[in-house]
């Protein structure tokens, strides 16, 4: 019994930060968006709230990755160092900022295939 009320628990762990990932998707979505902007417009306002919103979702990141680091016995991901202010004052400003948000677009998706991964393993076990 006790280790049924063990796995019950991991997967509602796991269904969480599965739930968590799909909202920091919105963070993605609107970092992209606003960098989409600021890079049409070349605007120094536009650009600044580009940065402020990559890091909204960097740090969103971060924080599930943390407690997914605590359930599941994976790799780690490796995050980019934050974007600095300046970074468009940079030749290559736009690209680096457009890698940067795409990285941690992919330690999301990367999280979440190791999380369906874990619901997938559960699933069997129980068949």
Known sequence: MRDRNQQVLFREMIL???YRLRL???HFCEAAESLASALSLENWGSRGEA???IRTYSQALQIIHQDFCRIIEEKHAVFPPDLADWVFDHPEGE???QLHLKRLHAIAEGLELVLDRELLKMEVRHE
């Open 24 to 26: 920091a998707d919105d």
């Open 51 to 53: 940065i402020r919103k």
């Open 95 to 97: 690209v680096t900022a």
């Open 16 to 18: 969480d930060l599965h």
